[in-house]
């Protein structure tokens, strides 16, 4: 019987060692790889999912306008979606704001001159009673549908700051203007009739 040989165990030794090390550092390389890889195809899929209209943002020139609904001056109640295939301008205001009032003859005009073709004015009444709203409304004869937001649930929803504030929504409900500001009837012509 032969004695085994004391070097050749060590002389081998370190290399299995140094073999299972780098099949260690290997498969930990490809772990590392799949890891990654499931993690940006993670992150890649929720930013595809995310809806605009469920952050807390402002409405966007572009983007699907928010739905909202609100009780009318004239009885009843009107949703956004009332509204799916015409054309929808926005127009938040108040009593106490002057440029509102003097835009408000213009608006007028020009909705009874396109309402036929599919336009819609929704005025939205921000922070005021219905006993504020009526007077100055039935005294000044408008026709377009006033909507009444005492709570300021619609306005906080679009992050509306200043007044008077417009949006412009197409057929397809997704916002082609925002304009904040008096806006007049050029303007009005301008952006909308090409929406008709």
């Known amino acids: 019987m032969s004695k085994p040989q ?5 002389k081998h030794a370190p290399r299995k060692q140094k073999q299972r090390n780098n099949r260690s550092h290997i498969t ?3 772990l590392l790889v799949i ?6 195809f993670a992150l890649r899929s929720s930013f595809q999912e995310i809806d605009l209209n469920s952050l807390n943002t402002a ?14 001056l004239s009885g009843g109640e009107i949703s956004l979606q009332n509204y799916a295939d015409e054309v929808v301008v926005v127009n938040f205001w ?3 704001c002057p440029p509102c009032k003097a835009e408000m003859p213009g608006i007028n005009a020009f909705y009874q001159a396109y309402q036929d073709r599919g336009l819609v004015v929704l005025a939205v009444n921000v922070r005021e009673s219905e006993a504020t ?12 549908p006033v909507l009444l937001d005492p709570a300021g649930k619609i306005v906080d929803q679009y992050q509306v700051r200043s007044f008077p504030t417009t949006l412009i929504i197409d057929r397809d409900g ?9 806006i007049s009837p050029e303007e009005l012509e301008a952006v909308v009739t090409p929406l008709l």
């Open 6 to 10: 004391k070097g050749s165990y060590r």
């Open 28 to 30: 930990a390389a490809i």
């Open 35 to 40: 890891a990654l890889a499931l993690f940006a």
């Open 59 to 72: 409405p966007i020139q572009g983007y699907q306008a928010p739905i909202f609904t609100a009780d009318t």
């Open 94 to 96: 108040a009593t106490w």
């Open 133 to 144: 709203v009526r007077p100055f409304i039935e005294t000044s004869s408008f026709t377009f």
């Open 174 to 182: 997704v916002i082609q203007y925002i304009h904040t500001g008096m």
